[in-house]
């Protein structure tokens, strides 16, 4: 494929409110988890954004408001993103600007309170507005709505690579012809299902998630909501773009990940050819790294695979949290840090790498030149996502 230049880009989670803070955090080694204190759950540690319960969308978008849109509404007026939207709508046209975003869960915890406000006849509030809250293509609506843009807009959802996922969907729309420019990435926020969902399932870690630790012991929740702008020129030098990327769907379990890495092995290979790389291409790899024994062993036989013993890799959750359906363009601004900044992230809170590990994860941050980043995301159903983004 052709590298299409990612010309902007804003990142709103746990670890911080846009680059300069994430990239701070991430620099420091310092964790945004903390106790769960969301709603009636009070198990694990989870990565919040502060602030959103008091934070007010513009009158105009009144209508979309709900914590999921809020926390994008954020992102949307941080790094300068809007103001980049702004010009890209003059140079193409606000029809010519497609929205392509990714969500797990959009605004499930406004019908969460909705149903706990039921009457005794068991009816919705009045005021509850399913369309522009819940729905699952709220989100799109309303990025497309406060950018006062015309163009395509659809939300993917396929778990955990949903906002990975948006950028391959988007670079087919702009290769195909039908826009010139395309807002990705997405928002997946708190609420008691994803909360209370992945507890039933015995899959919250009981202290801050340590990804690839010997004694890892399950995922942290976190939320978190991110954009970037993808163009068909870069009109200057392109810095950064999207190099390559792979999808495929194993469809092995409705929740646990092929043990041998099969989805995830054809990928990273899909990835690998579209860029037209082979392995020794890649300086880094961010994993999805979720912290539980199988994903994480999983992923290590599959990068064992495809890269051997020698590629560095490391998963960043042990800062924000999983942030589902956001984690894909959560790392994917995670390594432009990387690369704008020449280093490399070692895993939070890693005592002891699990001994069975083969791939070459690091446990401390490293200072080294990065030109070009693979990141995983893998999600429920046997969904897998790899995008290798840089310098071309």
Known sequence: MN???ITA?????????????TLVALQA???GLRPCDFGQTTSGHIGR????????????????DCRNNRLADVALRTDGFAEAVDSARVRYGAERIAVVLGTSTSGVLSCENAYAQRDDNGALPDDFDYEHTHDISS????VRTALELR???LVVSTACASSSKSLIDAYHLIASGICDAAIVGGADSLCGMTLQGFAALDLISSTPCNPCDERRGGISIGEAAGFALLERSSHGEASFSLLGYGATSDGYHMSSPHPGGAGAIGAMREALTSAGLTPDGIDYINLHGTGTRANDAMEDVAVAEVFGTYTPCSSTKGWSGHALGASGILELAIARLCIENGFVPGCLAVTNVDPSFRSQVLTENSERPVRRVMSNSFGFGGINCSLIVGTA
């Open 3 to 5: 590298p299409l230049p």
């Open 9 to 21: 880009s804003t990142i709103v989670s746990a670890m911080g409110r846009g680059m300069s803070e």
């Open 29 to 31: 080694r310092r964790t």
């Open 49 to 64: 954004v502060d602030g959103l319960e008091d934070y007010r969308l513009p009158d105009p978008l009144r209508r979309f």
């Open 139 to 142: 989100l799109a609506r309303f």
């Open 151 to 153: 163009g395509p807009a």
